[in-house]
């Protein structure tokens, strides 16, 4: 198929950007949207132009690297996948794809469709973690009976590859399904009983102070996250807050 | 937001629940009426409780979108909100306004009138001239006899009823109660955000006809 893209080219954080037009011809409806994107490269190199950067890694769902607004949405038009999972048979010869970074303050643009996302980290750092020393005193995975329900209901939220779509799909900029599923993770499970208070309280603070906005619950996070983290994540975030402020 | 949005929701089914009286018997609903409007707790606890949840919540929503739109300094060249969520949750700021507007033609309407005779004229008996008992269910018939309040009152209704469509399950959401309860909540909000405007645009519609 044959393709328009409209690519967003900033040359670094501190130049303004714009939208770009760009062709690709013969691609196929098997490849990854990412695949795509490297035929568009190689194209651009071959004609001595400057690449579209973006970021990649694992290109099977896990890492949370590939970020790219696709269309109007976080990773495209699927449902449940992340971009470099996306594939070209979601579109049909002769569209034109508009492709951009996510958009939020917190967010920064680094080049092209790659931003900062270490905003996740700093939350992150503030509590998304157990103080307990589990090198070389790990315990027998029994010796802490743990209900079924819980223990998935932790895995789902672990599952939160921090990609960072909830933010740029949620019209507020709005990190809470992401800092729900950290603060759910360990909530959910007895060993994150003990800095319960402090590990939301903080994340909380730290989440504010990277200037992400508030939740109104639009639900638009947990349509477009690729590993289905449900809203339910942020109400228990909610209700853990409340209980550590009190 | 969450919390003053819960006292108002209690306020529109107390509300409604009067106004409905004047439908079902008139009788009823001076009685309630006056009542309302001469019990010293109502009037000196309640109602000052009402206005400040009202003014807050106008304020909180006001801050709440600036904060948020400050979140996002560059806006998309496509952005398809309607793949992800419904009108309603991202237009409440809209829908919101409209109630504000509301508000202000509801205020000059009732209460203005209500504090100038009660406050400034001193006047607590709930009579006037002409009418015999109370007045209230008098000046509720007079106020629906020209059809542009009506309409007025019916589109704000409908603007009401999408901010509710969206508001009731977020305000329980926000507080952390949405959880295993969600599809409870939802087809409760849903029945809440259809009943209350429809209530009010009946009693506005049933007036204006029949009087």
């Known amino acids: 198929m044959n393709l328009t893209l409209k690519i967003w080219r900033q040359k670094d954080s501190k130049t303004k950007g714009q939208m770009v037009d760009y062709k690709v011809t013969e691609i196929s409806e098997h490849m990854s949207f990412l695949e795509m994107m490297d035929v568009l490269n190689e194209q651009l190199v071959n004609s001595g132009e400057e690449p579209v950067a973006f970021d990649h890694d694992c290109r099977e769902g896990i890492c949370g690297m590939c970020s790219m607004y ?19 048979r979601m579109f049909k010869d002769g569209d034109t794809i508009t492709i951009e970074p996510w958009r939020a303050a917190a967010f920064p643009v680094i080049k092209d469709l790659v931003v900062n996302r270490s905003a996740f980290d700093r939350i992150q750092h503030a509590g998304g973690y157990i103080s307990v020393n589990t090198s070389g005193n790990t315990q027998d995975a029994n010796s802490i009976p743990i209900s079924k329900h819980a223990a998935d209901t932790a895995m789902d939220a672990a599952t939160c590859i921090g990609c960072g779509a909830c933010v740029a799909t949620c019209k507020n900029s709005s990190a809470m399904l992401f800092v729900g599923a950290k603060v ?5 499970l007895p060993q994150g009983q003990v800095e319960a208070a402090d590990r939301v309280r903080n994340m909380v603070a730290q989440m504010d102070l990277e200037g992400f906005g508030n939740c109104t619950n639009t639900g638009a996070c947990e349509v477009e996250c690729p590993k289905g983290i449900s809203l339910d994540n942020i109400a228990r975030m909610n209700r853990e807050l409340m209980k550590a402020s009190i | 937001m969450a919390l003053s949005a819960f006292f108002l929701m209690f306020f529109l089914l107390q509300h409604l629940s009067i106004n409905i009286l004047s439908v079902l018997s008139p009788e009823t609903f001076n009685e309630v009426s006056h009542f309302m409007g001469t019990n010293p707790i109502v009037q000196f606890a ?27 300094n560059v806006s998309y060249a496509k952005n398809n909100g309607a793949a992800n969520s419904t009108w309603m949750s991202r237009n409440m700021i809209w829908t919101g306004l409209t109630i504000l507007a509301f508000i202000g033609l509801h205020f000059i309407d009732f209460w203005f009138p209500e504090i100038n005779t009660k406050f400034i004229q001193g006047d607590w008996s709930g009579t006037m001239q002409g009418v015999d008992g109370f007045r209230y269910h008098e000046e509720l018939v007079h106020k629906f006899a020209h059809p542009a309040r009506v309409i007025a009152y019916v589109v704000s209704f409908i603007f009401l009823g999408l901010h509710l469509a969206h508001g009731f399950t977020s305000a329980f959401q926000s507080m952390g109660g949405t959880a295993g309860r969600k599809k409870t909540l939802q087809t409760i909000g849903k029945a809440y955000s259809i009943i209350i405007p429809a209530g009010f645009i009946f009693i506005a519609i049933y007036h204006h006809f029949n009087h």
Do not use: K, W
Request: proline content about 4%; overall charge positive.
């Open chain 1, 70 to 88: 696709i269309n109007g949405e976080a990773h495209g038009p699927d449902r449940g996948v992340t971009t470099c999972q996306l594939h070209m």
């Open chain 1, 184 to 188: 759910s993770q360990y909530a959910l």
């Open chain 2, 46 to 72: 309640l109602q000052p409780v009402l206005i400040f949840a009202v003014v807050f919540h106008f304020v909180m929503g006001f801050v709440l979108e600036l904060r948020n739109s400050r979140a996002r």
